[in-house]
C-alpha cells in the first residue's frame, strides 16, 4: 500500500518529467519549424529542464529524454498551433 506522502512524491516526479519533456518538445518543435533560428535556445532548455528534473524530480534521464523525443514527434506530427 502506497502511503499519501510517497504518493505526492511519486505525482511531483512524473509532473517535472512530463512537464519538462513537454516544454523542451515545444521550443524543439518551434526551433525546427522556424529553420534553425531558436536551436540554441531549445537546445538550452532541453539540458535544463532535464537537469532541473533530474535534480529536484529525481526523474532518470533516459525517460526525459524519450519523453521529450516522443512529444516532440507528436507534435511535429499534429502541427505546432
Known amino acids: 500500500m ?39 535556445f531549445a537546445i538550452g532548455v532541453f539540458v535544463m529542464v532535464g537537469l532541473a528534473a533530474r535534480i529536484f524530480g529525481q526523474v532518470r534521464i533516459w525517460a526525459y529524454c524519450l519523453t521529450t523525443l516522443g512529444v516532440t514527434i507528436l507534435l511535429l506530427y499534429l502541427g505546432v498551433p
Open 2 to 40: 502506497i502511503d499519501r506522502e510517497s504518493l505526492s512524491l511519486y505525482v511531483i516526479k512524473a509532473s517535472m518529467g512530463l512537464g519538462g519533456g513537454l516544454l523542451a518538445a515545444i521550443f524543439a518543435s518551434e526551433a525546427y519549424l522556424h529553420g534553425g533560428f531558436l536551436v540554441p
